[in-house]
């Protein structure tokens, strides 16, 4: 006889707020373009106007370059932005740039002056690889998806180099440290367990955006860790509504038997539902998106 359990369900909401700036926990899951623009001559070309737009950003950012040159657009979202350089008397150029959780990202630009109105557009790719002394390896949602791998976090994880899974149990220890002394946190909140330093199962698999692992070189705004930090952002929603549906069978009877007598296995298929739904509110200003699971467990009587 089977008993029929009531449905576990969670619910993770993210609401963005164009007017007000992201609010930063412990490790910060945003990055940062900067860098510096000169003229055809070499020198600092101060005033120019820099703008970054994308898919994943609420309107756009602006920044001004300094006397030197410099400038810097720092809390932006992971995804592809365009990085617009405008100065009187120079033509306009645009850059295609990848931004990745956590990092800084440089770009510099040599703006031509032009004779009459006119922009240059960039339009080959950038490259993945960011000059950084982090020793890391980001592992975006499309990629993990077109690999025979599992989608929950722990299988993001096992892929970055440094990193085992032969700690007490399996778990995964990172650059040689124990098991205990890494760190995992989803959208900069700490997430791991108090025995062995485990990753909380506190997430739904299909609204993770990107994952970031850790394991030398680690900036000093993370603490409590001797290993490797796990740094994963989930979605935000878009100007666009989007969303999935997806459908996870189990079955207690699939897995091998321990050597203890009294060990058996319940013979029915547990299915597990998951869903995601994002979109705008209000375009450019308010986004919305949300996460959820619920499953039905047999035991047996």
Known sequence: MAQRLPHVFALILGISLAAAGRTAAQGNPTGT???HVVD????????????????????????TTSENGDYIIPFLPAGDYEVKFELQGFKTTTRPVSV????????????????????VTVTGA????????????NFKKEALERLPVGRALNDAVLLAPGVAGNGPSGNIMMAGALSFESQYLVNGVVINENLRGQALNLFIED????????TGAISAEYGRFGGG????????GGNRFSGSFRTTFDNDA??????????????????????????????????????GDASRSRSAA
């Open 126 to 137: 950038s490259p993945d690889i960011v000059p950084t002394a982090t020793i890391a390896a």
């Open 229 to 236: 930090v796990v740094n994963m952002i989930t979605k935000s």
């Open 254 to 291: 699939w897995r091998s038997l321990t050597p203890f007598p009294s060990d058996q296995t319940v013979d029915a298929v547990t299915p597990t539902y998951e869903m995601t739904a994002g979109g705008p509110l209000v375009k450019d200003k308010l986004w919305y998106f949300g996460a």
């Open 207 to 214: 609204a993770i955006q990107e994952t970031k692992v850790s």
């Open 33 to 35: 373009v900067s860098g």
């Open 40 to 63: 055809q001559a070499g020198l600092a070309a101060p005033g120019a106007t820099v703008t970054a737009s994308s898919p994943a950003l609420q309107g756009v950012r602006t920044a």
């Open 100 to 119: 990745k959780m956590a990092e800084t990202l440089p770009l510099n630009v040599t703006l031509a002056i032009a004779a009459v109105a006119e922009s």
